[in-house]
């Protein structure tokens, strides 16, 4: 196997997932709804009571809608990482994961090629989102529309490989309510995607600790900067990190040897 | 690129391999021993049996011959080549059909063909070409603009056996490949991959619980709770046994009647 081959392979996957994507209009109408209602009805009842002070990046006093822009783009990319694992188990179970794995290709190049062609969808359900938010004024300076794109593959990576090594992990990945339950409503609440940490700080200290922790508080922070082209060093950083992580988890989980499919198939 | 195109040219084998040779197979789930101390060697040109109830170990076997996972102890070689130490070398020269359909409905033949192909890293032309004439040979080629949900059960096993073959493997593992199909398709697919055994020399393993799946002159493995009962060519296996039918001698071997 040659480097050409490494690439068609790697076209093959992401395009593939760019047909699915096409086909799955539901998928992508809900994708669309459900930050809008965040940005439509949630911020508009919730402006009054929050008060969102000076903060960086943000110069100005902001509209409690500006605020959770990145939140809401963060939370697409979650939502997006969670349903390709669910996909993934679902897959699996369907045998179409098994198709993937028989390639003679090295199993952690078809793990981040698959991670990569999520990442890509995720991305243009971002941007698609911001099209239309546009007009409900979250207007960043246009540059930041391009700088948000490096934080945006960055945090995109790091869900989806979150999302790739529950696959491999948790048995009881049945259901989507299962993951809303304990992955994505822990994660999203617990971040500082509908707060400032430190009015978190003000409420429980432990409570902010565990959101400082939180790798989504991060991936939110990240987006939010380079929204406004800057970059907050920590949470690069710490997504980084986590990327790295993450992806060794996934790619440990999958591995024929030592993983924990072999356990996962007897059950 | 043309035909040199490494990812589809002829594949060098081992001189004298067995297209799959299996030894010392041991396999456990927890507590569970999936499959104890299997052996089976399959030669080109040979259309192989596997014959087994649900449980028996079939779909494990393939797991592990396929890699899903590895096999702790025993060794399985395709071709000469280790499954574990050259895994790549092994993956490309089988062609795989699973139990469950893994076609993507949604999308047509040839997009699923396509899809395959890259995975294998063949150039685009080159897919096109080979998915012309594996849709050819299996008479779906006017089929291939339809998306898979349309097709018929029997139909779309055709279309995962002709996806197998995208990329001239030396051998086809088929595991079950007529679940659910009526008997018309089941004999439709039997006959047609009966001829590509015969014409391309492929090494075939047909995975089955049916034992009229099975036809005289053929190789035939008998598989029970995880262990190799019976293992040769059908009058062999009935002489061993002390029977005149393969199904007195699964009936006598395993201690239950066969499904039909």
Same mark, same amino acid.
């Given at each position: 196997m040659t480097p050409i081959h490494y690439f068609r392979c790697f076209v093959g996957i992401v395009w593939r997932e760019g047909l699915r994507f096409v086909h799955q209009q539901e998928r992508f109408l809900s994708a669309m709804v459900r930050p809008l209602v965040w940005l439509f009805i949630f911020a508009a009842g919730f402006r009054s009571v929050l008060g969102v002070s000076i903060i960086p990046p943000y110069e100005t006093y902001i509209t409690y809608e500006v605020y959770i822009a990145p939140g809401l783009m963060a939370m697409i990319q979650l939502f997006n990482g969670m349903q390709s694992s669910l996909s993934m188990v679902y897959d699996r179970e369907m045998g179409s994961m098994r198709t993937l794995l028989v390639s003679p290709l090295p199993r952690w190049f078809l793990l981040v090629c698959k991670l990569l062609a999520g990442v890509a969808v995720s991305v243009i359900q971002v941007y698609a989102f911001l099209a239309i938010a546009w007009f409900w004024d979250i207007q960043p300076p246009l540059v930041g529309l391009l700088t948000v794109l490096p934080a945006l593959i960055l945090s995109g990576l790091m869900l989806g490989a979150l999302g790739m090594f529950l696959s491999s992990a948790?048995?009881?990945?049945?259901?989507f309510a299962g993951i809303m339950n304990f992955v994505i409503f822990p994660m999203f609440f617990a971040s500082s995607a509908l707060y400032p940490l430190w009015k978190m700080k003000e409420s429980s200290l432990l409570l902010y600790n565990i959101c400082w922790a939180n790798p989504f508080t991060h991936a939110v922070e990240l987006i939010r900067f380079a929204f406004y082209g800057q970059i907050n060093w920590l949470s690069l950083a710490y997504v980084a990190v986590a990327t790295v992580v993450f992806l060794g988890l996934a790619i440990y989980g999958y591995d024929? #040897?030592? #993983?924990?499919i072999t356990r996962k198939a007897g059950a | 690129m043309g035909h040199s195109d490494p990812a589809l040219t002829q594949h060098q084998n081992r001189e004298g391999a067995a297209a799959l040779e299996v030894s010392g197979l041991t396999h456990d789930f927890g507590s569970t021993r999936a499959l104890d101390d299997v052996a089976v060697a399959i030669h080109p040109g040979d259309f192989t049996v596997l014959l087994g109830q649900n449980g028996a170990g079939k779909t494990t076997l393939y797991s592990l011959v396929t890699r899903l996972y590895n096999n702790r102890t025993g060794a399985i070689e395709i071709f000469g080549y280790d499954v574990r130490r050259d895994s790549s070398q092994a993956l490309t020269r089988i062609g795989v059909v699973f139990q469950q359909p893994t076609l993507d409905l949604d999308l047509t033949v040839e997009q699923n063909l396509h899809y395959h192909a890259a995975l294998h890293g063949i150039s685009r032309g080159q897919a096109q070409e080979r998915l012309e004439e594996e849709l050819t040979r299996s008479s779906l080629i006017n089929r291939r603009h339809h998306k898979i949900r349309q097709l018929s059960g029997g139909q779309r096993r055709r279309v995962e056996i002709s996806r197998a073959l995208m990329h001239r493997p030396n051998m086809l593992l088929l595991d079950e490949p007529t679940v659910g199909l009526d008997i018309g398709s089941r004999q439709d697919i039997l006959d047609h991959v009966r001829s590509l055994c015969r014409e391309d020399g492929l090494a075939v393993l047909w995975a089955t619980h049916l034992i009229d799946e099975i036809d005289e002159g053929e190789q035939v493995v008998i598989l029970d709770e995880g262990k190799v009962l019976a293992a040769g060519g059908v009058e062999e296996v009935c002489k061993q046994a002390g029977t005149a039918t393969i199904r007195e001698a699964f009936t006598t071997l395993v201690g239950k009647e066969p499904e039909v």
């Open positions: 948790i048995k009881q990945l049945e259901n024929p #040897g030592r #993983g924990l | -």
